[in-house]
Antibody
Framework: QLQLQESGPGLVKPSETLPLTCTVS??????????WGWIRQPPGKGLEWIGSIYYSGNTYYNPSLKSRVTISVDTSKNQFSLKLSSVTAADTAVYYC????????????WGQGTLVTVSS | QSALTQPASVSGSPGQSITISCTGT?????????VSWYQQHPGKAPKVMIYEDYKRPSGVSNRFSGSKSGNTASLTISGLQAEDEADYHC??????????FGGGTKLTVL
């Protein structure tokens, strides 16, 4: 059974960079059938797509976050990562990593999510 | 790229049917057959209920159905059950390998 697990700090200071890693187990991140993505959800609000990455390293970002987001992949560790720079309180959210199934373009597996709070 | 528009809340009694709308533009919902719907219970990760506008993943009840007309997609839940109480999110392809979600709808089963 495929599992995704987010890891990273639960508290980040304003203006700093938020780093998160998603570890994939039970399947290979290098499969050509999938993209891997980050989605966030501010407390009490809806979901927001942050960006996606293919195992080859091709990346796609939300235009509203593009200037602050970097997503990378490490196939040797079966992991992909998110870095969000210059964070503010508005970046406080539960961050999810998930898998896009490219045959039908939907998110079929999700991590449990990790709450990241931006505060001094 | 603006968020898709969903009603903040809907409600229905057990056994009834409800419909949740998801309105986008001709650049996202109206251009591609790639709307998906996700159910999210409190404190849990979302779960896909509908993909490619109307298709149901294996294991999802046939009480859930999806449709689309123009720039508005809809999720209908028939024979409401207490376990259907959750938040529902729509998601659509917006072109250039980008995606947009709706604001989410809270379903209350009365």
């Amino acid at each position: 059974q495929l599992q995704l697990q987010e890891s990273g700090p639960g508290l980040v200071k304003p203006s700093e960079t938020l780093p998160l890693t998603c570890t994939v187990s039970g399947g290979s991140i290098s499969s050509s059938s999938y993209y891997w993505g980050w989605i966030r959800q501010p407390p009490g609000k809806g979901l927001e797509w942050i960006g996606s990455i293919y195992y080859s390293g091709n990346t796609y970002y939300n235009p509203s976050l593009k200037s602050r987001v970097t997503i990378s992949v490490d196939t040797s560790k079966n992991q992909f990562s998110l870095k969000l720079s210059s964070v503010t309180a508005a970046d406080t959210a539960v961050y999810y990593c998930a898998r896009w199934f490219t045959s039908s373009w939907h998110l079929d597996y999700w991590g449990q999510g990790t709450l990241v709070t931006v505060s001094s | 790229q603006s968020a898709l528009t969903q009603p903040a809340s809907v409600s229905g009694s057990p056994g009834q049917s409800i419909t949740i709308s998801c309105t986008g533009t001709s650049s996202d919902v109206g251009s591609y057959n790639l709307v998906s719907w996700y159910q999210q219970h409190p404190g849990k990760a979302p779960k896909v209920m509908i993909y490619e506008d109307y298709k149901r993943p294996s294991g999802v009840s046939n009480r859930f159905s999806g449709s689309k007309s123009g720039n508005t997609a809809s999720l209908t839940i028939s024979g409401l059950q207490a376990e259907d109480e959750a938040d529902y999110h729509c998601c659509a392809y917006a072109g250039s390998s980008t995606w947009v979600f709706g604001g989410g709808t809270k379903l209350t089963v009365l």
